[in-house]
């Protein structure tokens, strides 16, 4: 059987692992159960198989392909490969090079090859279109499969560089599959995250061995993978994710709703802003819950109208927040992300970016050097966890904040004297291959909030900190059938709204502070989005 390489599926590619099996199964029956259940492409990957028993197995293989036509690819044993006339090989970066193994096999077989940076991309590229055909891209996330790992987990922010030199090389003819600990919890946010910044291609295909081959019941875990590849949206939170620009009509319609529903807001925070924040989540009719308790996020997000703040201003155990972060992606409920001194120390980045890697987020809030610093604009370490004196001007911080929500197809917002909000989300949309079908940061919805600025909330404690708890409450407290953009931006309008009217009250930053409440609480039980001081301006 040939196939013309150019109409290969890549879109759920099973790598083989017999030393996995669950008791009762075999490699055979594995394989089967994914084939008939939507697996379409298989490599066998045996590391400790002697050539003869490599050899039996493969043919094995090949029997069980052929009747579902799909390729069979082999790891690493170009010699078995040839042998049994496979439709293809898999090789890493140590093994045979790929002009030898192109040479070996001729140019009509599949020719894969495993890429962990965008320098290897720029060898293929030089190598041209008759080389490499399609790169499993890796490791993406912590993995047990691979025995001696040499590579740390890159994450999408990984793959996205990736992709951005397939772009860069112009290396179109390659396709790309992404592998290493995927699961269905993690691929819809993989395909929609994984984008090229051209936004022209996303990946083709995911790439597994575990979540099949050591699976008690290998049929049913390959339909839910298929059912995950196939949605093409992604619900990541039970409301709607349209981009439509907010209007004080819709601004007060979400506030209705969070004052029907009166959300749960879980604050995983720093120690300054915990009692700020809870009266502030309170004089906005919400209930807040102060946990670090690692045992109870599952309970806590499971509550109707949950919603996650996670600050890293302090930092609670690595393994509670990558729990809580799991627990509220698991039922779509929205987390709002402040990472509080995103780069100020090789500690935080590190911090932050493996969080970053780990979740889907609503909202992802910074101040103007935490978001210039996330859009990779701006490479200055971050002094302490204040915003940079330098006056930003508004296009670049807007382009920041696109770039930002762009990259982690989420609402990104950057604070300062004039606040950016850019929604990312593409209405949830989530596709293989065709990425966001070209377009780019530059083209997302961006709102810019003018107010004047207010120096007084600087001079108290978890001024910018609880307007994450403000934007928490409000994407908390939406129906199913309100709006994430909505509801951030009226979140960022109400707090500088509030802000202004509690600086021409107050006597000084005491009571500053004070003021600062009662404006919410008075702003919020009102509801009169249309009177509010800060105007919203499209960008
Ligand atoms: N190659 P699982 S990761 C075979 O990074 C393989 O190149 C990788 O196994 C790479 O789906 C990997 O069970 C193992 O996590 C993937
Ligand atoms: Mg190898």
């Not at 890549?10 to 083989?16: E, F, G, K, P």
């Not at 699961?183 to 984008?195: E, F, G, L």
């Not at 987020?361 to 996330?374: M, P, R």
Request: some cysteine.
């Amino acid at each position: 059987m040939v196939f013309a390489k150019e109409d290969v599926n890549y879109s759920l590619y099973l790598v083989t692992d017999s030393t996995m099996l669950p008791p009762g199964t075999t490699l055979y029956s594995q394989v089967e159960a994914g084939l008939k259940n939507g697996v379409t492409l298989v490599q066998i990957r045996e590391k400790d198989t002697e050539t003869g028993s490599f050899i039996e197995e493969a043919l094995d293989v090949q029997k069980i392909c052929k009747k579902y036509n799909v390729p069979l690819i082999i790891n690493d044993r170009i010699d078995v490969a040839m042998a049994i006339d496979a439709d293809g090989v898999h090789v890493g970066q140590q093994d045979m090079p790929i002009p030898m193994v192109r040479k070996l096999l001729g140019p009509s077989k599949i020719i894969g090859w495993s890429v962990g940076k965008p320098s290897e991309v720029e060898t293929l590229a030089k190598w041209g279109p008759d080389m490499v055909d399609y790169i499993g891209v890796g490791t993406l996330f912590p993995t047990l499969t691979k025995k001696n790992p040499k590579k740390s987990p890159m994450g999408p922010q990984g793959a996205i560089a990736v992709l951005d030199a397939l772009e860069e090389y112009k290396a179109s003819w390659c396709r790309t599959v992404g592998i290493g600990g995927l699961h269905p919890d993690n691929i819809q946010r993989v395909i929609s995250q994984c984008v090229a910044t051209n936004g022209k291609r996303s990946l083709d295909g995911i790439s597994l061995v575990s979540d099949i081959m050591a699976a008690p019941d290998a049929c049913a875990a390959t339909v839910r993978l298929r059912e995950m590849i196939d949605r093409t949206k992604y619900q990541f939170v039970d409301c709607e994710l349209n981009e439509s620009f907010p209007t004080a009509v819709s601004i007060k319609s979400v506030i209705s709703q969070v004052s029907s529903n009166r959300p749960l807001v879980q604050h995983v925070t720093n120690k300054v802003h915990q009692n700020f924040g809870a009266n502030v989540t309170l004089a906005l009719g919400s209930s807040p819950i102060m946990s670090e308790i690692q045992s109870e996020v599952s309970e806590l997000a499971r509550i109707p109208n949950a919603s996650l703040l996670l600050n890293t201003g302090s930092v609670a155990p690595i393994e509670m927040l990558k729990a809580a972060i799991n627990a509220y992606n698991e039922v779509n409920r929205p987390i709002t992300f402040d990472p509080v001194g995103y780069s100020a120390t090789e500690t935080r980045l590190c911090l932050n970016n493996t969080l970053l890697t780990y979740g889907q987020f609503a909202c992802i809030k910074g101040n103007s050097s935490e978001i210039l610093f996330l859009a990779k604009l701006n490479n200055d370490k971050m002094k302490g966890v204040d915003a940079g004196s330098g006056k930003n001007d508004d296009a670049l911080l807007a382009r920041a904040t696109q770039i930002v929500a762009f990259k982690y197809k989420t609402i990104a917002v950057c604070t300062g004297e004039h606040d950016f909000i850019a929604d990312g989300t593409f209405g949830g949309e989530c596709k293989l291959s065709s990425g966001t079908a070209g377009v780019t940061a530059e083209g997302l919805p961006c709102v810019m909030i003018e107010n004047g600025s207010i120096p007084i909330m600087g001079d108290i404690t978890a001024s910018g900190c609880s307007l994450g708890s403000t934007i928490a409450s409000f994407v908390g407290g939406l129906d199913p059938t309100g709006n994430l953009f909505d509801a951030v931006v009226g979140a960022v309008l109400l707090y500088k709204t509030a802000g202004k009217l509690a600086s021409t009250r107050c006597q000084g930053s005491g009571s500053f502070h004070v003021q600062l409440i009662d404006a919410l609480y008075q702003l919020f039980h009102e509801n009169k989005p249309e009177k509010w001081s800060a105007s919203l301006k499209k960008f």
